[in-house]
């Protein structure tokens, strides 16, 4: 079976399994807020109509301004993307033909882009139920690495590594010359997310999306935040107008929306304690997630393909993971939704324990 490589579009799925696809279903398989796009961006959407009649700023100039303040660096080192999936593609382009370590289970998308570049591709695989990560051994295999993509906090665990923990990553990456490139798509569900700091020289890549956040999937918009010089080889190799000027219009407006951002940090953190206090209860495994998804396995089963199917065809769309190297199909991942989808969801894993 060729399994899609992505949440959302559950048509594929349903069409690589040869199951009808029910007419109401539950997505739960993309990582979207719940609460859907900012109220700005709703009441202002009309405006956006007479941009569609001149080209965008292929420099992102206003958004980047808007971005380097809230970091508190300059606008040069500021990269704005089509998605976070473009800026993923230009830095495989950039460590073309190196060696690329991939600490797994992680976005397949990395792999993809190496692949297709002629990197040589090794894995770090974090060990399941604590998913910890082994300093020590991890750097003896950054000896041999040019560049290392981690994710933080990670997909699709969502577990979240500590700035102190990070540090020590950065450390031992200067040692051994190995760019790091860091993708930080979910830290804003993160409750007090600390991001590292990004100096002019430093050997650090940070990749931002904000398409999960503002659920704007659709318009595509992400950012890549590195030393000025790392910015510019990447720049190069980026098409001119690739991201659209409605695009750069709704992600000023985005940023602008921080009740918005603290109403879904309220939710997903109240969604996700009751989540996984059902879980625990009814005997489920689950990963210690601090932000919008995370891993499930009903211990009794090896495969969780029975389970998978039962919630199928009952339109809960979980996410597989056969194509998450180290998971392989063990595990399930969900996206923590509103309180009235995840109740239609928890009575499904009732009736799942009374079957099994």
């Known amino acids: 079976m060729i399994w899609p490589s992505h949440g959302s579009n559950p048509q594929y799925l349903y069409e690589a ?4 696809m029910p007419e109401e279903r539950i997505d739960f398989s993309a990582n979207i807020n719940p609460l859907g796009p900012p109220s700005e961006l709703k009441d202002k959407w009309v405006s956006l109509f007479p941009y569609i009649s001149d080209y965008p700023d292929p420099h992102a100039a206003l958004l980047k301004s808007k971005l380097a303040a809230a970091e508190g660096i300059k606008e040069t080192q500021i990269l704005v993307g089509n998605g976070g999936a473009e800026l993923i593609t230009l830095i495989g382009r950039m460590i073309a033909g190196k060696s690329a370590l991939i600490i797994q289970p992680a976005f397949s998308e990395y792999e993809e882009a190496c692949r297709v570049n002629n990197c040589r591709v090794s894995y770090y695989q974090l060990e399941a139920e604590d998913w910890n990560l082994d300093m020590e051994a991890l750097s003896e295999r950054l000896k041999a690495a040019d560049a290392v993509f981690f994710c933080n906090p990670n997909n699709p665990t969502g577990v979240y590594y500590p700035q102190t923990l990070v540090e020590k990553l950065i450390e031992k990456c200067q040692i ?10 979910f830290y804003d ?19 931002r999306s904000m398409t999960k956040m503002f659920s704007i999937p659709g318009l595509r918009l992400g950012y890549m935040m590195a030393g000025e010089r790392l910015i510019e080889r990447a720049a190069a190799l980026k098409p001119h107008w690739s991201v659209n000027a409605l695009a750069l219009k709704a992600g000023e407006w985005c940023l602008d929306s921080k009740e918005h951002v603290r109403l879904t ?17 009814l005997n489920f495994s689950v990963s210690p997630s601090a932000v919008n998804f995370y891993l499930l396995r009903d211990p009794r089963l090896d495969e969780q393909l029975p389970l998978f199917q039962f919630l199928l065809e009952k339109g809960i769309i979980p996410r597989h993971t056969m194509n998450f190297p180290g998971l392989e199909g063990r595990w399930l991942r969900f996206a923590i939704k509103g309180p009235k989808d995840n109740d239609v969801l928890m009575e499904a894993m009732k009736e799942w324990r009374k079957v099994r």
């Open 17 to 20: 399994m040869d199951k009808q």
């Open 176 to 185: 051994h010359s190995c760019l790091l490139i860091m993708d930080e798509a």
């Open 189 to 207: 569900f993160a409750c007090d997310y600390q991001s590292i700091a990004i100096g002019r020289d430093s050997n650090v890549v940070v990749l």
């Open 265 to 281: 940090r309220n939710l997903i953190r109240q969604e996700r304690e009751r989540l996984v206090s059902f879980y625990q209860r």
